[in-house]
C-alpha cells in the first residue's frame, strides 16, 4: 500500500508558511506500515493541481491532499478532486444543514459562498468532523487505469487535519490494505546516554525484535529533547496492541532504568515536578518538595521552562536571576570571588533555597559565550543541588559539565543537564549526572 | 524563469525532520522574482531521484536538489544527477586537496569514503563554501529537449544551503534569466497595530508602490513577532536597490514612527536594550540604564529573552521570579493583598529596581490559565514600569492588559508588551502599550 501526500498552498511554495503537515502526516504513515514515497507542494491552480493528482495516482494506491478547502475563491481542492474523478460536485443537504446552523445558533447570518463548504464530489463520502464549524474532511474513492484508488482531503489547520487523519483516514487505508489489525505507539524519552550508548546497551531486545517484527523500535535523536524510543505494535484490535507495547517498555525500561524520563510528550521538567511530588509523599510530609531555582547564563529559562508546566505551582516557588555577579553576592548570597565555580554555583543553590523559601534549591552558572569569562571558554558550566536540612549534614552538592554549541544550546543543555541531575537525586540514583563524562 | 525546489532524504518523507529548507528556498526565490510552481519530497532511492529530477526538469528552467551530499552510502544526490546529465563523475582535484588538507591539520587520516565527497559530475562547477569541511554545492549545466536547463545540489544543512542559495544560485538563475539587476531587502519590525490597521495607516504609500512596482511591499503576521513589512527592491547594482529600500523606509517610518521596532532580526528585547543605553548617554551617565525584572506567570522568559541578546551584560542586572505568592511579599516586598493587580505590579516593579540594583524596574503578574486566579480569567494581565529616582515623584506607572490564546501565548503576548512598554516609554511616546485597547 502506497499513500502519497499532496500539499497545496501558494503560501507554502512562497515559504510564508512552513509545511509541518505533509511531516506529520508521513510519521502518521510509517507507523501504520504503510509506504509514502513522494510528498509534493502545489499551489493553488487548477491545471497544476490536476496534473499533481494524476501523477500521485499514477504511481500511488492513496493520496491524501491537505489545504485549499476552506470557503474562498481560493479554495480550490474540491474542484480538482471532481475533475481528476470526472465528476461534477454536488450539494450534502446534511453538511448545509450543519453548517447553517452554526451560523443560526451563533445569532449570525451565513454568507453564502460558506455553502461552498458542503460541496462534494459525487460519490465521495463526507468526514465530518466532531468539531461543528470545521470543514469537513472527504474520501473520494475512484478507479485509475482500472485499479481502485483513493483520493481523500484534509483542511489545512493543523488540529482538524490530525483528527481526521487519525479517526477516519488511516483507518479506512488499513482496510483498503486488508489490514485489520490495530497500531499501537509510545514513546520513551531518555537523557544521559547517545544513540550508539543506548544500542549497545539495546543489542539483545533489538535482536529479538528484529525476529518477531512486532513490536518495533525506533530511535529518534531530537538534540535538546533527548533521544526518543518509539515502540509501535499491530495487533487485533488496540488493547492487544498496547499489551504488546507495554510488555516491551518492561523489557527495555529494565535495561534503560533511571536513562529513561518519560513518555511520549512529557518533558523532563514534569517528570523532576512529578518526583518532587513523589519524594514529599515518601518523607510523610503531605505536599510536595518545594523548588527554587537561582540561574545565571539560562537568564530565566529554567523557571520559564518548569513554569510551562501547567499545575507547576504546587511545588514551582521562583526563580533568583543573578546575571549580575553582584546580584549574587547580594541577593543570593554568594561570597564575592569567582562566579564561574563549584563554590559559587553552591552558594548559589543554598541562596535559591533560603531566599524563596524553598525545600529544594537548584542553581547554574558559567559561561554561554560567545565569549570567554573568568579565563573559561564558552561551554563551562557549574550545577549545584542543595536539599538543605533534608541531606542532614551533607550540604549542597556541586559538579562541572562541560558543554558544547552555540549560546543558545549551551543555555539549553544548561536547562537540561540540572533538571536531570535533580531527578536522578531525587531517584536516589548512582548514575554520573553530566552524560559526557565530566571532569569536574 | 522557473526554479523547482527537491528536498531529498527518506527522513523527510518519514517526519523524522521537517523539511525548513523547501520554505526558505521558496521564500528567497520569492524575493527574486524568480516563479517556483513545485516542490518535491522524494527518499534516498536512485530511480525515484532521477524521475523526481527529469519530471522537474520537464516542467521548470531551474531544479534546486537540496540533501543527500554527505559521505555516506544513501548520499546518491550526485550521482543521480550525473544519470540525468548522462555523464560520469570525476575527481575535482582541487576539492579532494581541501578536504586532505582538513583532515591532516587537525592530526587526523582521512576515511577514503570522504574522498566521495570531492567527486563531481563531469561538466559541473563546484561551489566552494568558505568553511572548509562543508559539502560544497554543485552548479550542473544540462539540455533537456533541445533547452539549456541547470541543476544545482546543496547540502541538507540549513547554514550551508543557505550560504551557497544566496551566495552562488540566486546570482546565478538571475544571471541566466537575463536578468542582470539586483535584489536588496530589509524587513521593519512593527508592534501595536493589526494587520488591516498598519495597511489602513500605508493606503498611500501602497498606492504609489503598486504604480511604480518597485520597490515592493509585503506584509507578513508572524504572531508573537508582530508584523513584519518586507520591502524589497531591484536596482542595477546593490548600492541602487538599497538607496530605493532606504528612500521608501523613510516614508514609511514617517507615518508608523515609533510602530516600528526594529529592523531583520532585530528583536524587541534587542531594541529595549538599545534605548537603554541610549538613554543612559542622554542622561550623561556615562553608562547605560541597568533594568531589573520582577515576572510572576512568565516564570522567567522574559529575563531569558533579554539574556539571549548577545552583550545583554551591561544592561541586565537580573530577575525576581516570584512564581509564589509568599515570594512576592518576602523578596520583592510586595503588600499582602491581591496579587494579580496594578498595585501588585507596581510593588513587584519597585521591588526589582531596588532588590536587583537596577536604574529601571520590570515587573508583569496575571493568569496565564487554563484556571483563572483570585477570581480573574486567564489572559488578565497587568505590567508595571518604575523607573525610581530618574521618575522625580511620578512614582511606578502601571496597566491592565487583557490578553487571549493559550498558556504559552498568554505568557509571550505578556513579555512583548511590557517590553514594548518600556521601549515607549524610554523613547517618550504618548502612544497607549496596550495594543488590544486596554480597559485598565
Redesign the interface.
Known amino acids: 500500500m502506497r499513500c502519497e501526500v499532496v500539499a497545496i498552498g501558494t503560501e507554502?511554495?512562497?515559504?510564508?508558511?512552513?509545511?509541518?503537515n505533509?511531516?506529520?502526516?508521513?510519521?502518521?504513515l510509517?507507523i501504520a506500515g504503510i509506504d509514502?514515497?513522494?510528498?509534493?507542494?502545489?499551489?493553488d491552480?487548477m491545471d497544476?493541481m490536476v496534473a499533481?493528482l494524476e501523477?500521485a495516482l499514477s504511481r500511488s494506491d492513496a493520496v491524501i491532499c491537505c489545504g485549499g478547502l476552506g470557503p474562498t475563491q481560493d479554495d480550490i481542492t474540491k474542484e480538482a478532486i471532481a475533475k481528476v474523478m470526472g465528476v461534477d460536485l454536488e450539494l450534502d443537504d446534511e453538511l448545509a444543514a450543519r453548517i447553517e446552523l452554526m451560523f443560526s445558533s451563533r445569532g449570525r447570518r451565513m454568507p453564502m459562498n460558506n455553502l461552498r463548504q458542503a460541496e462534494v464530489p459525487v460519490g465521495a463520502t463526507a468526514i465530518r468532523d466532531p468539531q461543528p464549524g470545521t470543514a469537513p474532511g472527504l474520501i473520494c474513492p475512484v478507479t485509475w487505469n482500472g485499479e481502485e484508488k483513493v483520493l481523500y482531503a484534509v483542511p489545512g489547520v493543523p488540529r482538524e487535519m490530525q483528527e481526521l487523519v487519525l479517526a477516519a483516514i488511516v483507518p479506512d487505508l488499513q482496510r483498503r490494505s486488508g489490514d485489520v489489525s490495530t497500531i499501537f505507539s509510545r514513546t520513551l524519552r531518555t537523557w544521559g546516554e547517545s544513540e550508539s550508548g543506548l544500542a549497545e546497551r539495546l543489542a539483545g531486545r533489538i535482536a529479538v525484535l528484529d525476529g518477531s517484527g512486532n513490536p518495533t523500535l525506533a530511535y529518534?535523536a531530537s538534540g535538546i529533547e533527548g533521544i526518543k524510543l518509539r515502540l509501535t505494535a499491530k495487533g487485533a484490535d488496540e488493547a492487544s496492541a498496547e499489551a504488546l507495547v507495554a510488555e516491551e517498555e518492561r523489557e527495555i525500561r529494565a535495561i534503560l532504568g533511571d536513562l529513561v524520563f518519560g513518555v511520549d510528550d512529557e518533558t523532563i521538567e514534569a517528570s523532576v515536578l512529578k518526583e518532587l511530588r513523589a519524594a514529599g509523599e515518601r518523607l510523610g510530609l503531605g505536599r510536595p518538595l518545594?523548588l527554587g531555582?537561582a540561574?545565571s547564563?539560562?537568564?530565566?529559562?529554567?523557571?520559564?521552562?518548569?513554569?510551562?508546566v501547567?499545575g507547576?505551582?504546587d511545588v514551582?516557588?521562583?526563580?533568583?536571576?543573578?546575571?549580575?555577579s553582584?546580584?549574587k553576592f547580594?541577593?543570593l548570597d554568594v561570597p564575592e570571588g569567582p562566579v564561574v565555580s563549584l563554590e559559587a554555583a553552591s552558594a548559589m543553590a543554598v541562596g535559591a533555597r533560603e531566599?524563596?523559601?524553598a525545600d529544594v534549591g537548584v542553581a547554574v552558572t558559567g559561561v554561554?559565550g560567545?565569549d570567554e569569562q573568568e579565563g573559561h571558554p564558552a561551554g563551562t558550566v557549574f550545577v549545584a543541588i542543595d536539599l538543605g536540612p533534608l541531606s542532614g549534614e551533607a550540604g549542597p552538592e556541586a559538579f562541572h559539565v562541560p558543554l558544547f554549541g552555540d549560546?543558545?544550546q549551551i543555555?539549553q543543555f544548561t536547562v537540561i543537564t540540572a533538571m536531570n541531575a535533580l531527578r536522578l537525586k531525587l531517584l536516589g540514583s548512582a548514575r554520573d549526572p553530566d552524560p559526557f563524562g565530566s571532569d569536574g
Chains 1, 2 share one sequence.
Open positions: 507554502l511554495l512562497l515559504g510564508q508558511i512552513v509545511d509541518t505533509s511531516s506529520w502526516i508521513g510519521e502518521q510509517a509514502s514515497l513522494f510528498q509534493t507542494k502545489v499551489g491552480n497544476r499533481t501523477l529518534n518545594t531555582l540561574e547564563l539560562t537568564g530565566g529559562m529554567m523557571g520559564s521552562r518548569v513554569a510551562d501547567p507547576a505551582s514551582f516557588r521562583g526563580s533568583i536571576v543573578s546575571y549580575a553582584q546580584v547580594d541577593v531566599v524563596l523559601g554561554a560567545p549560546r543558545l543555555r
